[in-house]
């Protein structure tokens, strides 16, 4: 199983030359909020009909942002 969003982020950062702590933090940050938008969307996807899209989106969801 590939690493987590979240913990690819936090390589990136680290790579660009920011410590580990302080890129912990962005990553987490950053994943969170891309995890609300994903689940906005897929809230506007279940409100206008299109509830597999909905449900498909959320799945994605828990897979790219799985601790």
Same mark, same amino acid.
């Given at each position: 199983m590939?690493?987590?969003?979240?913990?690819?982020?936090?390589?990136?950062?680290?790579?660009?030359?920011?410590?580990?702590?302080?890129?912990?933090?962005?990553?987490?940050?950053?994943?969170?909020?891309?995890?609300?938008?994903?689940? &906005?969307? $897929?809230?506007?996807f %279940?409100? /206008?009909? #299109?509830?597999?899209? &909905?449900? $498909?989106?959320?799945? %994605?969801? /828990?897979? #790219?942002?799985?601790?």
């Amino acid at each position: 199983m590939s690493a987590s969003l979240g913990h690819q982020y936090e390589d990136v950062l680290e790579n660009a030359g920011i410590p580990s702590e302080k890129a912990r933090q962005l990553a987490h940050t950053v994943a969170e909020l891309t995890q609300k938008h994903f689940l &906005a969307i $897929a809230a506007d996807f %279940e409100a /206008n009909g #299109f509830s597999r899209c &909905a449900l $498909a989106l959320r799945l %994605e969801c /828990n897979t #790219f942002f799985a601790s």
